[in-house]
């Protein structure tokens, strides 16, 4: 009896048709059948968990490479910004230096004040200077101007009265109202550059720039910004 209890169970364990048979005859074969299919099935679920995962540690991979080449682009940036303000830094010494030898007056201080405001508004290119127009048979000068983008501006050392403040201001419109016919368009930055004022000037400059959306620039401001 024990030797056929050992036959049947190592039947049972190593002839699977005689399993099924076992099975069917106790019921059971459509559960075995349905509990082998569902060990396939976690089988194959494992398989493509596992396929998963390796697609996953790619993509890790593949992006860590990419934030190590993004630290470089960003190490790179900060490189190029320190290399532009020594630039700056030593462009502006380079003008100091030349203004002092040869005595430049203060209009082509504010002009070199006006081109630094402009590359940082982001006009690297543009120019400022001094401007000679005809107009109605007469020479016309601007002491700052600029094509593009398109600005009139004067600049003077001194203002010592609320009238001479008023002169200037109505001085620059005038040049604004020629700019303006000659160019066909309204100029984009408007610009006194006043070196010193009166307290009365002041007060009178102030008001008058900011009615007719002038733009006051100082001399203690473009010293400060050139160091000169």
Known sequence: ??????????????????????????GLSEIMKKLDALVEEQIKLREEQTKIWKEITKLWEGQAKLWEGQNKLWEEVKLLRVNYERMRKYMLSGFRELSASLGVAFEDHAAAFLAVLLEEMGYPDARVGRKIL??????????????????????????????????????????????????GRKPEMIILSVARATEEAMKTLKNLTEKHGVKLILGKEIEETLAI
């Open 1 to 26: 009896m024990e030797t056929l209890k050992r036959e049947i169970l190592e039947l049972l364990d190593k002839d699977v048709e005689f399993r099924y048979a076992v099975a069917g005859y106790l």
């Open 134 to 183: 005809a107009y109605e048979g007469e020479a016309v000068e601007i002491n700052l101007f600029c094509e593009e983008p398109l600005l009139v501006g004067e600049a003077t050392v001194s203002v010592k009265s609320a009238e001479e403040a008023e002169k200037e201001i109505r001085k620059l419109l005038e040049r604004v109202r020629i700019i303006e016919e000659k160019y």
